[in-house]
């Protein structure tokens, strides 16, 4: 597990080089427990990051948030959201979204991710990954499982060490 942590904030430190403005978006369902991990992985950064991050809240809705993100001019959209991807729960991938296609993962918004990237793309130019985490549990309910928020928190960990204040 220690190599795969290592892996990952090696992958994010790569991902991150030349981040002048960064949108972080998490999205997810707050009543389909583990579901909800991007935005609660957003609501834990907030006030710890820098001016230079805009964090936005999706819930189930990223679409909704393109004028937002749009006006900002990022450099860098990361995407947080939960992803049925055949993994261990609580297991996580940054992907570039053009290789969605080659990802066997299944969200549950109304628009792909795949689309919504390639919109975001071509309105500002930024640089785009989805951060996705294997769910354990999405039936309904609150509260992520111990697995998945504990995975949460190595990404808060993270996700502060690049982007704090």
Known sequence: MINKKHSLQKELEKWFTGAEKVV????????RRDDFVGVKIVQDLSGKVSD??????????PESFLEPMIEFNPTHVLLIDAAVMGSKPGAVRLIDPA???DVPAVTTHMLPLRIFCEY???????????????????????????TVQAAAEKIVAMLLDLLAA
């Open 24 to 31: 972080v978006a998490g999205i997810g369902n707050p009543i």
């Open 52 to 61: 230079r991050v805009q964090l936005i809240e999706c819930e189930t809705v």
């Open 99 to 101: 290789c969605v296609a």
């Open 120 to 146: 975001l793309t071509k309105m500002t130019g930024a640089k785009i990954a989805l951060l996705l985490i294997e769910p354990e549990n999405t039936e309904f309910g609150e509260g992520l499982t111990a």
